[in-house]
């Protein structure tokens, strides 16, 4: 029978080889961005996972083994879900908002995993792996809501309405832009 720190290091090696995926699509996802904010956030996000990986390699390092990868499917299969949407709408007024979809299946699915990775930590006793994934949650969390944010301050609208992906000032939204956004209160 399996015990929780075997299940643990297993989810854990699952994780890693997520992250590292990840550092493989995120480029580009960078360069089928057409919004200079997305591109941004996107390559904040490759900063962010690199530094993500380290503190997975201190958490292996904290249960006393060497990191090691497992073929993490779930996240093969939203990588090459998101290959699919950027290619669906490449060159569409569609592609940002659909890029940030895809992003935000993969926070979502690190939410997840990096939320029951602490509560085990906790629940092993090792505060110090636990406070680790505990940043790296913290993390994701705030990557999803600049997501989210960005698709509703910009890109929804972009993919709804056609307009441009300039940078234009919030101040002077058109009077369609407004109407989207008074339908967004109700």
Not at 55 to 83: D, H, W, Y
Not at 117 to 123: D, I, M
Not at 157 to 166: D, K, L, P
Request: hydrophobic share 35%; with cysteine.
């Amino acid at each position: 029978m399996k015990q929780l720190d075997e299940l643990f290091l297993a989810e854990l090696a699952d994780i890693y080889d997520a992250e590292h995926r990840l550092t493989k699509a995120l480029p580009k996802m960078i360069k089928a961005a057409t919004h200079d904010e997305l591109k941004e956030a996107f390559g904040h996000h490759l900063e962010e996972t690199e530094r993500q990986i380290t503190r997975l390699e201190a958490v292996f390092q904290a249960f006393g083994v060497k990191p090691t990868s497992k073929n993490c499917e779930a996240m093969t299969g939203l990588i090459r879900e998101a290959e699919e949407i950027s290619s669906e709408n490449h060159g569409e007024q569609t592609i940002n908002a659909a890029l940030i979809s895809a992003a935000q299946k993969v926070e979502h699915y690190e939410i997840a995993s990096y939320g029951c990775l602490r509560e085990w930590a906790e629940q092993l006793g090792q505060d110090s792996a636990a406070e680790l994934l505990e940043e790296t949650l913290d993390e994701e969390k705030a990557a999803d809501q600049a997501l989210t944010d960005l698709a509703r301050n910009r890109c929804n609208r972009t993919a709804q309405e056609g307009e441009t992906e300039s940078e234009e000032d919030d101040s002077a939204v058109q009077p369609s832009s407004r109407a989207y956004q008074a339908k967004r209160v109700k």
